[in-house]
């Protein structure tokens, strides 16, 4: 599907309470392939998050990868699309947790040039 390089696309960082960008598109030329997502727990206690696919920002209905996913204290969710999820130049990648400061999330994939 892509023919770019496999590279950290966004984070570790921690998701907020509040929606907010995670993937920026780096520009109208570019496409993004996600192939990993990782979320890691920093607490003592299960959080929730949200991802989103849309505008940035986004947290519209419909538009959820994932809705209200729990993940264990002190513990990681990996979630791997193959052959990738694509991200045209226009689409943002937002999301939201439970408790802020409580998940950090990575994302991996390819950036192909069109």
């Not at 023919?3 to 780096?26: H, N, R, V």
């Not at 920093?42 to 994932?66: I, K, N, P, Q």
Request: net charge neutral; aromatic share 10%; glycine share 8%.
């Amino acid at each position: 599907m892509a023919s770019g390089t496999l590279k950290k696309i966004s984070g570790p960082a921690y998701l907020a309470a509040a929606a907010a960008d995670i993937y920026t598109p780096a520009a109208s030329t570019i496409y993004t392939v996600i192939r990993q997502i990782h979320v890691a727990n920093v607490t003592a206690g299960a959080v929730t998050f949200t991802l989103y696919v849309g505008a940035t920002g986004g947290s519209s209905a419909g538009t959820e990868l994932f809705k209200a996913y729990s993940v264990a204290a002190n513990s990681t969710y990996d979630h791997y699309w193959s052959p990738g999820l694509k991200l045209l130049s226009t689409e943002f990648l937002s999301g939201l947790a439970s408790a802020a400061t409580s998940l950090t999330i990575t994302v991996v994939g390819e950036q192909v040039v069109v």
